[in-house]
Structure formats: C-alpha cells, structure tokens
C-alpha cells in the first residue's frame, strides 16, 4: 500500500516556524518503534516479539528524542547547488537540552545494537562533533581519524574512493587493539530522493 509521509506517519507535520519533514525523515520517524508502556495492548505485542519492557522503554525514548531532533535542525533548498536539499545539523549544538537529547539518542542507538563498543572512531571533521561525547557517555575511548598528513606519530593509512579520486585517511597506530569493538561516527549519510 502506497501513502504519502505525512500520512505515514501522524508525527509527520510542520508546527511554528518548521519546515515540514521530508520523507527520508519521515520514514526514519515511521521505523521507529514506539511503545506506550501503560497501554497493555502494546507492551503484550512487544513480549510477543521477544522485546522486553526496557528495550521497550528505550525504542519510545529513541522515538521521542528523535522527534526533538528533527524539530531543531534547518533545512536548507538548493544549497550548496541547485536541486540539494540541505540539512544543517548545527542547531543541535545550539541549545545544551537538544545537545543532550542528541547524545542519549546516539546512546539508546547504540544500546539497541546490543554490543557495546570499547572504541568510538570519529571521522574527520563532523566525528569529532560527536565521537567523544559519545565515547564518554559509553565509557569507551576515543580515536580520531583524520586527513593524510595530519596526524602526528606513526600512523595507519587506509585509502578510500570518492566521487572525483582518491583520498586517504589515517588514525595514530596502536590505536585501536587487536579484538576491540569499534563503533564508526560521521556526521551523515548523504542520500537522494
């Protein structure tokens, strides 16, 4: 069955001063798993499906919070060229209580994973925006990763394609040990529409 965003989703509407959500945030809306944890239909339908009442309660934080966070970013038509709609993601390091409800939302994320990382990677630049305060908030440490050349130290070089060459990235070696769990953190996953 074919509907649109708004009607996918009934959180999917503007307010005061928003632009209205686009249909990849829509969806991401939509996918989210929201439980009312004193409606009893629910949290049966959850046990059901193997979901205990705290995973329950943090798939409706999650649902919440990202609700919050999509209500403080701006949107930006034909920027930087025509035909890019551009999502500024600034405005959630504005306010302390939306840079908070960011960091717990990277966090119930994780914690929904089910595997705790021992290593936050954060790609240059924008992982650095959000790689050590997540690090912190998981008790794991944290390692950066930047451009060629801009790292001090022995370092591990890893190259990787873009859409007009090559560019390479590099991390300090001994970094990351052998076994440990790593958990990647950029900024974005750029898609169309």
Request: glycine share 8%; hydrophobic share 45%; aromatic share 6%.
């Amino acid at each position: 069955m074919s509907t649109s965003a708004n009607a996918a989703h009934p959180l999917a509407q503007t307010s005061n001063n928003q632009t209205p959500l686009t249909s990849t945030e829509a969806a991401v809306l939509a996918s989210s798993s929201v439980s009312d944890p004193n409606n009893s239909v629910t949290a049966s339908s959850d046990a059901s499906r193997g979901q205990s009442a705290a995973a329950a309660a943090g798939a409706s934080e999650l649902a919440r919070t990202k609700i919050t966070l999509l209500g403080a970013l701006k949107h930006f038509a034909d920027f930087p060229i025509p035909g890019i709609q551009f999502v500024d993601i600034l405005p959630l390091f504005q306010d302390p209580t939306v840079h908070g409800a960011l960091l717990r939302a990277l966090e119930l994320q994780v914690v929904e994973f089910g595997v705790k990382p021992d290593v936050v990677v954060g790609l240059d630049a924008r992982g650095f925006l959000f790689g050590p305060s997540l690090a912190l908030r998981l008790n794991a440490s944290f390692v950066p990763v930047r451009k060629q050349g801009k790292m001090p130290g022995p370092c591990v070089t890893a190259a990787y394609e873009k859409e007009y060459g090559t560019d390479f990235f590099q991390m300090q070696e001994g970094a990351v040990k052998p076994g440990q769990k790593v958990l990647v953190v950029d900024d974005i996953i750029a898609t169309g529409e």
